[in-house]
Nanobody, 120 residues
């Protein structure tokens, strides 16, 4: 069982930056694969970035070079640094987690979401 608590969302101008945080509890963080997803109104949820149990990072093509996923293992916190934000980045951002062996089937645990709004 994993509990996820997100923070760091807000409203920024295009070109600005935000840093999202996801604090995990309830299971061994280092043995759980985690990632960030986002969903805009009327659009399908999409994966943004992942940091798996083997230390590999993966990014959606739309955010490569602008977003960076990182973690503080000692504090069980996952981060998403978002730079050069664009209006199309506006969405509800969710932290998700699951056992690494089941990740390809879709993550099971989700945070409450944090809103990111980017104005032009």
């Amino acid at each position: 069982q994993v509990q996820l608590v997100e923070s760091g969302g807000g409203s920024v101008q295009a070109g600005g930056s935000l840093r999202l945080s996801c604090e995990a509890s309830g299971d061994t963080y280092s043995r759980t694969c985690m990632g960030w997803f986002r969903q805009a109104p009327g659009k399908e949820r999409e994966g943004v970035a992942t940091f798996d149990g083997l230390g590999r990072t993966r990014y959606a093509d739309s955010v490569k070079g602008r977003f960076t996923i990182s973690k503080d293992t000692a504090k069980n916190i996952l981060y998403l640094q978002m730079n050069s934000l664009k209006p199309e980045d506006t969405a509800m951002y969710y932290c998700a987690a699951d056992s690494c062996g089941s990740w390809h089937l879709g993550p099971t645990y989700w945070g409450q979401g944090t809103q990111v709004t980017v104005s032009s």
